[in-house]
């Protein structure tokens, strides 16, 4: 019988864990407190020459440590925090080197880490050739693949050779996160599961407000937090700032363009600290941009913005439309602007039905979930493991 104390965890992630904190670390801080031997291998960067990219490995390889360069989210005592030493999958020529050097290198830590007679399982979020000759060559007792995004559309991956359906169909399970998602992963394979967006519920609801109308004379605040990348709609941010006071908090990827003055842009904070950043805010702002790109997969945070009670207006995104009732869901530039001045008046009982779906989205809950799917999986290989 499986049980968790008697299982070692790899996760092989495509966000670092310093980056804003995600399902992906989540799950990992998760596990580990049930008990499972959590290792969370970071990715290789994606935006980097050749060159570069082999310098940063080989300074790597002259490291004793196997743990991350220290950052801004926190180290649990639980989680073991591994780098990827890896070239990127640029060509077949630096796949076949990471097949043959790198990969059986990185198995033979990762393997000094599980402690013997332990079950191993990987969960893959990386659809990419070398990912994948790593979790094969790693012999899991399972394999999982995380699908969180629609990476047929991702500007990620316009200069690395994508194998999604080889990546979905060698799963023993598939994980999704969006019921487009869902379908999309059952051509490869049938044993796909559903696993919402998460919230640390207490860490939240702690930090939330009744929604009070601004101060006469005074504009209400809008938060966006989370990447700034080449999914979202800057210039709309933009439009947003010389209306209403805004507030930015997060890594950018990409330029921001010119904010209206008194817009606050803050670094990225710890997860921990975030909260106490959003206790201001009268709406949460998730300025997307509309494409296929955009259309799988749910945002990491709308049930940490759903756990404070405050109004969230979004572009359209087909995930959040169980919540159009709770979500203001905007086609266009004009329409977002609109239903911000129309959230900042909204009945008072939407905050506590926001509320309630965040606590019963909590992350205890969903990691158990997915705990009872992978003891069961381990019990049952190859059959339906929820």
């Known amino acids: 019988m499986a049980r968790a104390e008697n299982t070692t965890v790899i996760i092989l992630s495509n966000v670092g864990w310093d980056f804003t904190w995600q399902m992906h670390q989540k799950l990992a801080v998760g596990l580990s407190k049930l008990g499972y031997h959590v290792m969370f291998?970071?990715?290789?960067?994606?935006?980097?020459?050749?060159?570069g990219q082999l310098r940063r490995v080989v300074a790597q390889l002259r490291r004793q440590s196997g743990s991350s360069e220290q950052g801004r989210q926190p180290r649990p005592d639980g989680v073991h925090l591994v780098n990827r030493w890896t070239l990127p999958d640029f060509n077949r020529s630096l796949e076949y080197v990471n097949r043959q050097f790198f990969?059986?290198?990185?198995?033979?830590?990762?393997?000094?880490?599980?402690?013997?007679?332990?079950q191993v399982v990987v969960i893959s979020y990386l659809p990419f050739p070398t990912a994948?000759?790593?979790a094969r060559t790693l012999d899991p007792d399972l394999l999982v693949s995380a699908c969180f995004a629609n990476w047929s559309a991702?500007?990620?991956?316009?200069?690395?050779?994508?194998?999604?359906?080889?990546?979905?169909?060698?799963?023993d399970f598939v994980l999704v996160n969006a019921p487009s998602l869902c379908e999309h992963a059952r051509r490869y394979n049938p044993r796909v599961y559903c696993i919402s967006s998460m919230v640390d519920f207490d860490l939240?609801?702690?930090?939330?407000?009744?929604?009070a109308e601004p101060a006469p004379g005074s504009a209400a605040r809008c938060c966006y937090y989370g990447s700034v990348g080449p999914l979202i709609d800057t210039e709309l941010l933009a439009k947003v700032s010389r209306r209403y006071q805004l507030r930015v908090i997060g890594p950018r990827r990409v330029p921001l363009p010119d904010l209206a003055p008194g817009s606050e842009?803050?670094?990225q904070v710890s997860y921990p600290e975030l909260p106490k950043h959003l206790q201001d805010v009268d709406v949460f702002v998730l300025p997307y941009r509309l494409g296929e790109s955009t259309a799988g997969g749910t945002p990491a945070k709308i049930f940490e913005c759903f756990a404070m009670g405050n109004p969230v207006v979004s572009t359209y995104l087909p995930s959040l439309s169980p919540y159009q009732n709770l979500v203001y869901l905007s086609r266009t530039h004009d329409e977002f602007l609109m239903n911000i001045d129309q959230a900042l008046h909204e009945p008072p009982e939407r905050r506590e039905q926001r509320i309630q779906i965040a606590r019963a989205n909590s992350t205890e809950r969903w990691v158990n979930v997915l705990s009872d799917w992978i003891l069961t999986g381990l019990n049952q290989k190859g059959g339906c493991p929820g």
Not at 155 to 167: G, I, K, N, T, Y
């Open 103 to 118: 990969v059986p290198f990185l198995v033979r830590r990762l393997q000094r880490l599980v402690v013997p007679c332990r």
């Open 265 to 267: 842009v803050l670094a």
């Open 204 to 211: 939240f609801y702690r930090a939330g407000r009744g929604l």
């Open 132 to 134: 994948m000759t790593l």
């Open 41 to 51: 291998v970071n990715p290789v960067r994606r935006r980097m020459s050749v060159s």
């Open 154 to 171: 991702s500007p990620f991956v316009a200069d690395r050779r994508l194998c999604e359906s080889e990546w979905l169909s060698n799963a």
